[in-house]
């Protein structure tokens, strides 16, 4: 077996014509449509006689392929979802058959991943406050053609989180080692996420390669905004920041339950989470 395709349906940019081209640009062997949550790591787990898994989907399905993948098999994505940061990542356009196409005639690369109690991430993990932000988007569902709201709601997302507790966050987290902070950012790469087309650099200088990184503001007020706003477009900000580079493990507790996301996924409240890095761990298609 060369290659398979593991397709998410209801991802936002995937379509039945647009499987059928990718299928036929790859030469793939087989497509496998997910059916239900984790269904993709079940998938995965089975093709370990695949030279090659494609995935068509957004973060959520890429995220449950790497959960699955057996040792030895490359993987290739292609970005079908509103914001696919993994793909983009590597060098992949945004566009799926373009993507695809760049697949076909790419090299692989040695990529390391990281883990939150034991669920494997591929770009970033966050306790508090981007998790809520993932959450309150979840709650929002999809329009009748499956697709997620856009970043002009996620903006209003962002205000409304804010406004919501006025701008002020408790310091409730504990990083063992470092000390208090009031939400927690942890990134296997830079950029940490993406807006449209502008790259979120949170934290700056993560690489995929790498161990993990850690960003985490000691408090938050609203005072801060500025600051913050400073640190997206500059890299610079006099907010207090617990900021950690190339880490192996990192421990984070909490003195009430908080949420917790890996790539954009909410694995629901957590009082605790330990954070480790798998180098060079899975060969990717770039």
């Known amino acids: 077996m060369t290659g398979v395709l593991i397709v998410n349906p ?6 039945e014509r647009g499987i059928e081209q990718i299928a036929r640009i790859l030469r793939v062997d087989d497509v496998f449509r997910t059916a239900r949550a984790c269904h993709a790591t ?3 787990a089975t093709l370990a006689d695949a030279e090659r898994i494609y995935v068509f989907s957004g973060d959520g399905g890429f995220n449950e392929v790497l959960n699955g993948v057996p040792p030895g098999v490359a993987l290739g994505f292609v970005p079908g979802g509103g914001t696919s940061v993994l793909p983009r990542l590597l060098g992949l356009p945004r566009d799926p058959i373009e993507a695809a196409h760049g697949l076909v005639h790419g090299r692989t690369r040695r990529i390391s991943l990281g883990r939150a109690n034991g669920r494997r991430f591929g770009f970033s993990a966050g306790i508090g406050l981007d998790a809520e932000l993932i959450r309150r988007m979840d709650a ?3 329009d009748e053609h499956g697709r997620r709201p856009g970043d002009a709601v996620f903006a209003w997302t962002v205000v409304q989180a804010l406004a919501a507790r006025r701008g002020h966050f408790d310091s409730l987290l504990e990083v063992e080692g470092h000390g208090s902070a009031a939400f927690a950012l942890v990134a296997n790469s830079d950029p940490y996420s993406y807006v449209g087309p502008l790259p979120l650099r949170l934290p700056r200088g993560a690489k995929l390669e790498g161990g993990l990184d850690l960003l985490a503001p000691r408090a938050f007020r609203p005072r801060d905004l500025p600051g ?5 477009l500059t890299g610079r900000t006099r907010i207090p920041l617990i900021a950690l580079h190339d880490q192996d493990r990192i421990e984070i507790r909490s003195q ?5 996301q890996v790539d954009g996924e909410d694995l629901g409240d957590v009082t605790k989470v330990v954070l480790e890095a798998e180098r060079d761990v899975v060969d990717v298609l770039v």
């Open 256 to 260: 009430l339950p908080m949420p917790l």
């Open 10 to 15: 209801r991802a936002s940019r995937v379509t």
């Open 140 to 142: 929002r569902g999809r």
């Open 228 to 232: 913050a706003v400073r640190y997206l």
């Open 42 to 44: 079940e998938l995965a």
